[in-house]
């Protein structure tokens, strides 16, 4: 692999081209954005770097040696200006710059970076007090970096996640270990950075997601989105991913390799995530990956249990314009209670039908839509914290990692097949989060049950069962 | 199986009994995205520019301004567009031009052969080309990608030279009718008349001076079609 040229007798590098060049797999044309051709030219030609081809063409399959896709119609040729000959571009990862087969994938093949130095003390400067399931979650995340175990944990919406990796972080920081937490969720990753870089205040972070100003090679600690990820390889010692079932990452199997390609061979790898899918479980059965389950939420208080109602023919309903009868007297009084109010829509069309139901039957209540095009949904979701906002309808895009304090939560049409089993569940999560206020109502308006509702509630009640069999549940104490 | 070239998600196209007869050319956008896209009523719009407009109109504001103009004002004969520009072009053209996602060029194929059949008759088509240097960092100049992806035959008429430091889109209204006219041909095109291909209809500088270089070459008329008004 890389060889260590020692320094004397040798020419002189870059020291800011090495660094933002180890553990990557830079396109050309991004290095050249930094610097000049001519820079690259002679590090080249001193053997201070290859190139590779970023396109492979074999005689079946072509195959992007960035993001590993191999699907043909993910693939595009035009004659190019710049070699004059037809040249095959990669579709898949072409909104983190164009792989073709004239542009190469450069990497550093000259002498190592030294390892990191280890962050001025205090590593960690975080004063809050773990709760009992998170402490215990914390003591096994340190041994499992120690030992450099494979570990999902699985913990319930609202169990403090975050806050049970810290101890972890900061030994693999002291241990001069580089570290990435990824997550497919931009919103998680600029919800992040501030956190960790309060709790890790002498550590060098930075936060990659697209059009991130929080750029930095030296980086110790990489707090991106999984699509970020393309960019690396063999960089991380420790890969914590977080949301590991969510959309794309689930959805894409580019992601994952990425996932694994960004990672050094003998690196720790750590899933987080609150609904694990059943390959993630049976990768657990098989003993691939050690598990951590955590039950109860850090505030010691139960899952709110999602109850369900029969909307019937809700469609006919709307398009009447009218809402349908047990919905409305589930929102009536808390409207009149000003209670926050959070409404997940199957799909966009029926979530504007509702807005202008909504609009015309009271001209007081403040309510907003969001979806994921939405320019203003950043905005939009900061008002509702705000509470400049009582009621906000939203599609999937709010499922997961949004806390609003009080809130109360209802699902339209959750018989809708995007409403999957861990969908409900992370939507229920957003109820009863905040210590203060530990209680929210969950209700899943339907026209029809599903096994996906279904399975959902006996998922929350298993969920809280186990937390008081456990005895980690406030009431089970006093 | 088919994807959309937009969301990439795959496409199940309707089969009737009329294709077992005449195949029909698939969509290469789905309906999702297809939906987001506003093509442009050309009943109501300013019959010189293309913009939209409540009712039809012979010049709009900026036309009445640029029939004023004592160099440009008679060059553009007229100038029609595929779709109006909202966030969901705007987004598209950026993945195509500056992402440089070269196949974006195939969705607009079908529009603007049909835009294309409903323009005066011209004798040659021809993309509003970039200067040198931007071509090589683009690899693909968009103009002459939207006519090779809609199967129409072109000549390359214009060359242009100006600066390279400042894109079009980066510029001020007031910056883009100051500058100067940055294209030349060598082609002499005597009682020709030419139909301009390009991108974007914005301010409409870029496609006058184009014009006034192709009139200054002899051309009796010159009109234009964009993807976006």
Not at chain 1, 170 to 199: F, G, H, M, N, W
Not at chain 1, 224 to 235: I, V
Not at chain 1, 241 to 262: G, K
Not at chain 1, 383 to 406: A, W, Y
Request: hydrophobic residues 35%; positive net charge; charged residues 20%.
């Amino acid at each position: 692999m890389q060889t260590v040229v020692t320094s004397l007798n040798c020419p002189p590098f870059s020291n800011e081209l090495r660094t933002l060049l180890t553990g990557k797999q830079l396109l050309q044309d991004e290095v050249l954005t930094k610097f000049p051709q001519q820079v690259i030219d002679t590090h080249h030609q001193n053997g201070y770097l290859i190139y590779e081809p970023s396109i492979i063409i074999e005689k079946h399959t072509t195959r992007c040696m960035r993001c590993h896709n191999t699907q043909n119609s993910l693939f595009a040729k035009h004659h190019c200006a710049r070699c004059q000959k037809i040249c095959t571009y990669c579709r898949n990862c072409i909104n983190m710059g164009k792989a073709s087969s004239c542009s190469s994938i450069v990497k550093w093949m000259g002498p190592q970076k030294p390892r990191y130095s280890i962050p001025t003390q205090p590593v960690l400067i975080w004063t809050g007090i773990l709760s009992k399931p998170q402490q215990h979650a914390s003591q096994k995340l340190v041994q499992a970096i120690q030992t450099k175990t494979s570990t999902l944990v699985h913990a319930v919406c609202g169990a403090g996640k975050t806050e049970m990796l810290f101890e972890a972080i900061a030994y693999a920081l002291t241990s001069q270990q580089r570290i990435c937490i990824a997550t497919p969720r931009r919103d998680v990753v600029k919800e992040l950075y501030p956190r960790l870089q309060q709790a890790f205040a002498t550590t060098k972070i930075e936060a990659l997601y697209g059009g991130s100003d929080q750029r930095n090679d030296e980086a110790q600690l990489t707090i991106a989105t999984t699509h970020q990820l393309y960019r690396y390889r063999h960089a991380f010692d420790v890969m914590i991913i977080d949301e590991v079932d969510a959309f794309p990452f689930s959805a894409d199997d580019t992601l994952m390799q990425a996932a694994e390609n960004a990672r050094t061979p003998d690196s720790t790898r750590i899933f987080v995530t609150a609904t694990p899918n059943k390959g993630m479980m049976q990768s657990v059965k098989k003993g691939e990956l050690q598990y951590i389950h955590i039950t109860a939420r850090y505030h010691g208080h139960p899952l709110p249990e999602p109850t369900t109602k029969w909307i019937g023919n809700w469609k006919k309903t709307l398009d009447r314009k009218r809402l349908p009868c047990s919905f409305q007297k589930w929102l009536e009084p808390r409207i009149k209670n000003q209670r926050p109010i959070l409404i997940f829509m199957p799909d966009i069309e029926s979530m504007h039908k509702i807005e202008s139901i909504l609009q015309s039957k009271s001209t007081t209540t403040k309510l907003a839509s969001v979806h994921a095009q939405d320019p203003d949904r950043t905005h939009k979701v900061q008002q509702m914290r705000n509470s400049e906002i009582q009621l906000l309808l939203t599609t999937t895009i709010l499922e997961r990692g949004v806390t609003f304090s009080k809130v109360e939560v209802a699902v339209f049409a959750a018989e809708k097949t995007i409403f999957t089993e861990s969908a409900l569940v992370q939507i229920a999560g957003r109820a009863g989060r905040d210590q203060h206020h530990p209680t929210g109502d969950v209700t899943f308006f339907h026209f029809g049950h599903t096994k996906a509702i279904i399975k959902a509630r006996q998922h929350i009640q298993r969920m809280n069962r186990e937390a008081k069999k456990g005895g980690w549940l406030k009431g089970d104490n006093q | 199986m088919s994807h959309c070239i937009i969301c990439h998600d795959p496409m199940f196209p309707q089969l009737s009994w009329r294709d077992l007869f005449t195949p029909s050319i698939p969509e290469p956008i789905c309906e999702k995205c297809a939906s987001t896209l506003r093509p442009i009523d050309h009943n109501r719009i300013c019959t010189t520019c293309s913009r939209p407009l409540a009712e039809k109109s012979y010049a709009c504001h900026d036309c009445i301004t640029w029939s004023k103009h004592p160099t440009y004002s008679t060059t553009l004969d007229q100038n029609r567009a595929l779709y109006s520009y909202n966030d969901s072009l705007k987004a598209l053209i950026k993945r195509f031009k500056y992402d440089r996602d070269y196949a974006i060029a195939s969705c607009f194929s079908k529009k603007m052969n049909e835009v294309i059949k409903i323009m005066p008759s011209y004798d040659i088509l021809t993309p509003i080309p970039l200067n040198e240097q931007r071509l090589r960092d683009r690899s693909f100049n968009q103009s002459e990608a939207l006519l090779i992806e809609a199967n129409l035959p072109y000549e390359l008429l214009l060359t242009r030279t100006d600066d390279t430091t400042t894109r079009q889109a980066k510029k001020s209204k007031r910056d883009r009718h100051t500058t100067e006219n940055p294209f030349e041909t060598a082609h002499h095109l005597a009682t020709k008349s030419i139909l301009l291909i390009d991108d974007l209809y914005t301010t409409g500088t870029t496609i006058r001076h184009a014009a006034y270089t192709l009139k200054q070459a002899g051309a009796a008329k010159v009109s234009s079609v964009t993807v976006g008004r």
